[in-house]
């Protein structure tokens, strides 16, 4: 099984957006995904932007961001094209799904902003 990674690019994008910086995360996204990976992107989202922030984040900001970050992805990207975006982002090849990605940590980061 392959575990989704918080990818260092939007670890990157999310230091670009976090930094600067409400919550209702969709419940009806268009894509499940497995349970588990569900729980391994949220583990790896937290450490990812509660590092990145620096302390700047409260917990409840870290939860709102990720719970979001994720909402947006499965609405936007079935569960196999996000496993192949991972994979492609951690070797540091191309994906046109990294503008997907991109978007929705926009999406997410401005929920933690409280401007949407």
């Known amino acids: 099984m392959l575990r989704l990674v918080f990818p260092l690019r939007a670890a990157v994008l999310l230091a670009l957006l976090v930094v600067t910086l409400g919550f209702a995360a969709t419940a009806d996204a ?5 349970s588990s990976e ?3 992107f949220m583990k790896s989202c ?3 932007a509660t590092a990145v922030a620096n302390g700047r984040l409260t917990k409840s ?3 709102r ?9 499965q609405d936007r990207l079935s569960f196999s094209r996000l ?3 991972s994979t492609k982002l951690s070797s540091g090849a191309k994906n046109p799904d990294a503008k997907v990605m991109t978007a929705c940590i926009k999406v997410a980061a401005a929920k933690v902003a409280g401007s949407k």
């Open 61 to 63: 900001q870290v939860e």
């Open 83 to 85: 496993e192949k975006l």
């Open 30 to 34: 268009r894509y499940s995904y497995p």
């Open 38 to 40: 569900k729980k391994a």
């Open 46 to 48: 937290r450490a990812s």
């Open 65 to 73: 961001y990720c719970t979001t970050a994720l909402s947006c992805l």
